[in-house]
């Protein structure tokens, strides 16, 4: 799915630019966002729109919903209906309740906190391993760089959502000092890393490999540059662009596999959290009897949030990929004489 | 011409020989993930419910008391002779596994490209020609959906439609009793489609394939977006050629030329990625089968895993792995006989 977006990007040989602060190469990577103008800015904005409330929801989950993802009592000690017995939609429970007698709505506000946690911690720890492997791997070569290549491959190949299933079948359990609600986070956090290592992997070491013959990369090797000065100064910047793009598609893609995960119950459980996922695994018994809230909304949320996550990741790829990218040509301002004379021009071009 | 077949078979020889370290680098994955699993693979699958000295006796029976370099050695050898291992839980061998449940996952699969190709390739055709039109948006658009919904959440909402609402398909299996207790007791191949043809049994037939298209209609829209994608940005390049202007110059119909002109050239791309939708379609075979309690092996994966089966689980992985090789394997074969570029690269 995302393998057309990772096109190695063509390299930006700029000479170093007057701000040298720890993220200048960030900066410079992200400047085009800055730039952006038409369709391109507009759907990176509905992304983020959509994302962000997101980001609200979870953030302050206890203040938005009108209920706790676990609770079934009301404050009279009165149990919520159950989804089958009068838990339609109402005033109470705008989105209904399910077979749980917990309310709907409140587990698509939770829920959205779960997901992104799960989503963050997935992401940054691929990140943070996939990115120096391929790093070294592409910059040294060699023996172990043919190794990890093919591992990779392997891991590419295989059925991602198994690789996961598999996983959190092994880890599970393995993270109760966490305390109960971050165990499970962890668990399916951990699970999903394992898909998405070979990505960052896999790119960043094919860029690394196209950068590592640039001249500029010569020169400063030339210059006696240590290895590691040399990537993280010169290699490192030019390839960082490549990450926000990864990491905004994997974000998207790992939020299926964890809905994925929920789904066969091997993801967050519903004591440690409120899932979308698992939400729709209790809906999936009371779908052929005609109970549709209880699958409908969660089903939603993961929709929105997902391809929330993707416009955004696709709209920074045609922003932050050169070879994509159409730059916007500033107007130019003519007065005068050569106003005048590029009139001239004009007709001139239309009458031959 | 001799040069031409020299080279496509030293290709077809270096294709070949770099399947061997990519099983092998598969195999020891599947193998080291199933030995760090927690606890001792027997204890887990038997424990509780038989004596100690029987458990150790079943130990010793399958291996698991020997050194761990001897039980990759027995692995790699089981899997080089065909032989995927034994459930531990049931009396069954993986093989007899991977030849009945797996005949249903290839029904449903065989059945989600179906839907997938016919979906991706008229979808993608129309918006291709149609291009930055409405219709080119909500194609688009369409494509999109189809990635971000997830699978079971697609196919719980066809139950809704179609099974609650209008009553007029069934809601899962893969036939209903009657016809299922038939097919099994007439079985030949385990694909109950091909089994009730060569009963020639047209009730059970009809059976099979009205419970084939909920599933495989879910398992398809998953997979379409990709060709839709794929085929509308080929038609789109393949009408820029001259031959096709050409052939509008020589006034043939506008549909004409897309469908007999353009839309050959735009299938090429996606025979080879019929091949990479394998793993994608695997992976979405398990969530499907769970959906709509399809008998698949996907859903005997599951089974065994919450079983805590790990034989019978590293079996169906191992041969999950081989099938993702196998096909990629065939597919590079079938595009370098059909596109000369690729042998010569």
Redesign the interface.
């Given at each position: 799915?995302t393998s057309?977006f990772m096109a190695p990007a063509a390299t930006t040989t700029d000479a170093p630019t007057v701000r040298r602060g720890r993220f200048a190469g960030i900066r410079r990577a992200l400047a085009p966002v800055r730039e952006a103008r038409g369709l391109p800015k507009w759907v990176l904005y509905v992304g983020l729109a959509i994302v962000l409330l997101f980001v609200v929801f979870a953030i302050f989950a206890p203040w938005i919903s009108p209920y706790r993802f676990d609770q079934y009592l009301d404050s009279h000690g009165n149990r919520f209906p159950k989804s089958v017995v009068g838990g339609h939609p109402s005033a109470k429970h705008w989105f209904g309740t399910n077979a749980l007698s917990t309310d709907v709505f409140s587990h698509i506000v939770y829920g959205s906190r779960t997901a992104l946690e799960v989503i963050a911690i997935a992401v940054v720890i691929s990140m943070l391993i996939g990115v120096p492997l391929g790093l070294f791997s592409g910059y040294y070569g060699g023996p172990l760089d043919r190794t990890l290549v093919?591992?990779n491959?392997?891991?590419f190949?295989?059925?991602?959502?198994?690789l996961a299933?598999?996983?959190a079948?092994?880890l599970?359990?393995?993270f109760s000092f966490l305390g109960d609600s971050f165990s499970g986070i962890m668990s399916a956090a951990i699970s999903i890393t394992v898909i998405y290592i070979p990505q960052y992997f896999r790119v960043i070491r094919n860029t690394v490999i196209s950068v590592r013959e640039e001249p500029y990369v010569e020169a400063a090797r030339v210059l006696g540059a240590k290895p590691r000065t040399v990537i993280a100064k010169y290699v490192f910047g030019n390839v960082v662009q490549n990450v926000p793009v990864i990491a905004t598609l994997n974000a998207?893609d790992a939020l299926?596999t964890l809905?994925?995960l929920g789904?066969?119950?091997?993801g967050v459980q519903p004591t440690e959290g409120a899932e979308w996922?698992y939400d729709?695994?209790r809906?999936?018994g009371e779908?052929?009897?005609?109970v549709?809230w209880t699958?409908?909304y969660?089903?939603l949320a993961?929709?929105l949030l997902?391809?929330g996550l993707?416009l955004v990741g696709e709209s920074l790829n045609d922003l932050l990929n050169p070879v994509l990218r159409r730059r916007q040509l500033l107007p130019v301002k003519i007065t005068g004489p050569e106003l005048e004379m590029a009139n001239a021009d004009a007709v001139m071009e239309e009458r031959s | 011409m001799a040069r031409s077949s020299g080279s496509l078979s030293r290709y077809l020889v270096t294709r070949l020989l770099l399947v061997i370290?990519?099983v092998w680098?598969?195999l020891t994955?599947v193998f080291v993930?199933m030995r760090?699993?927690?606890g001792d693979p027997v204890q887990a699958a038997l424990g509780g419910r038989l004596p100690q000295s029987v458990i150790e006796q079943k130990r010793h029976e399958l291996g698991f008391d020997k050194p761990l370099i001897v039980q990759y050695g027995h692995y790699l050898g089981g899997v080089l002779t065909g032989n995927f291992g034994h459930a531990t839980s049931q009396n069954r061998s993986v093989m007899d596994i991977v030849t009945h449940e797996g005949a249903a996952t290839l029904e449903l699969s065989v059945a989600a490209m179906f839907f997938a190709l016919i979906l991706g390739l008229g979808i993608g055709v129309l918006i291709g020609r149609f291009r930055d039109s409405p219709l080119d948006v909500v194609g688009r658009l369409f494509g999109?959906?189809t990635?971000?919904?997830?699978v079971?959440?697609v196919g719980?909402?066809f139950?809704?439609l179609f099974?609650?609402?209008l009553g007029v398909l069934p809601?899962?299996g893969q036939a209903d009793v009657l016809q299922n207790i038939d097919l099994q007791n007439h079985a030949h191949t385990h694909i109950y489609v091909l089994d009730a043809i060569i009963n020639g049994n047209w009730d059970d037939l009809r059976n099979v394939l009205v419970h084939l298209i909920l599933p495989g209609l879910t398992l398809g829209l998953l997979v379409c977006g990709?060709f839709i994608?794929l085929v509308r940005v080929n038609v789109i390049q393949t009408l820029k050629h001259d031959y096709i202007e050409a052939a509008r110059a020589r006034g043939i119909g506008e549909t004409r030329v897309v469908l007999k002109h353009a839309f050959r050239n735009a299938l090429v791309p996606v025979v080879t990625v019929v091949g990479l939708q394998a793993?994608?379609l695997?992976?979405?075979a398990?969530?499907t089968e769970?959906?709509f309690n399809w008998p698949g092996i996907g859903q005997a994966?599951?089974l065994y895993?919450?079983q805590r089966d790990y034989a019978a689980?590293q079996g169906i992985?191992t041969v999950?792995?081989l099938i993702?090789?196998g096909v990629?394997l065939v597919i590079d074969i079938v595009t370098a006989l059909i596109d000369p570029r690729v042998r010569y690269s």
């Open positions: 799915m057309e093919l591992v491959d392997a891991m190949a295989f059925p991602s959502l198994l299933i598999l996983i079948f092994l599970r359990g393995k998207a299926l809905a994925g789904f066969l119950g091997y996922g729709l695994q809906a999936l779908a052929s009897g005609g549709w699958s409908v969660p089903g993961i929709v997902v391809t993707t | 370290p990519m680098i598969l994955i993930l760090v699993a927690p999109i959906i990635y971000a919904a997830p079971f959440w719980i909402l139950q809704l099974v609650a609402k809601s899962s990709v994608r793993a994608l695997l992976s979405g398990v969530l769970t959906t994966l599951i895993l919450n689980v992985v999950f792995a993702v090789v990629s």
